[in-house]
Nanobody, 121 residues
Framework: QVQLVESGGGLVQPGGSLRLSCVVS????????MGWYRQVPGAQRELVAR???????NTMAALKGRFTISRDSAKNTVYLQMNSLNPEDTAVYYC???????????????WGQGTQVTVSS
């Protein structure tokens, strides 16, 4: 079993910053990638950024320069640093990993419960 616990969401004023964290725990054999997605009501969940085991990073083009993903492999933790936040960034942010559990022969996607980020004055 693989568990993801997110933290760091909340209310922030426009122009402010937040740092999200996601700790992955459980019976993990390997992690292929770790990432962040976001979703607003009525819309599909979209990729914000993800980082692969070889440190390759994919970031939504519109967020480059403001959002930065990083990870601490020793702690199985992925971070999302969000700067210059604006109201359009308001969403539920979800952590996702693609990992192989120790009892499995293949990798699977695992999701966190989501953390609300609200940008408002």
């Amino acid at each position: 079993q693989v568990q993801l616990v997110e933290s760091g969401g909340g209310l922030v004023q426009p122009g402010g910053s937040l740092r999200l964290s996601c700790v992955v725990s459980g019976s993990i054999f390997s992690i292929y990638f770790m990432g962040w997605y976001r979703q607003v009501p009525g819309a599909q969940r979209e990729l914000v950024a993800r980082i692969f085991s070889d440190d390759t990073i994919n970031t939504m083009a519109a967020l480059k320069g403001r959002f930065t993903i990083s990870r601490d492999s020793a702690k199985n933790t992925v971070y999302l640093q969000m700067n210059s936040l604006n109201p359009e960034d308001t969403a539920v942010y979800y952590c996702k990993v693609n990992a192989r559990a120790t009892h499995s022969s293949h990798s699977s996607d695992y999701w966190g419960q989501g953390t609300q980020v609200t940008v408002s004055s």
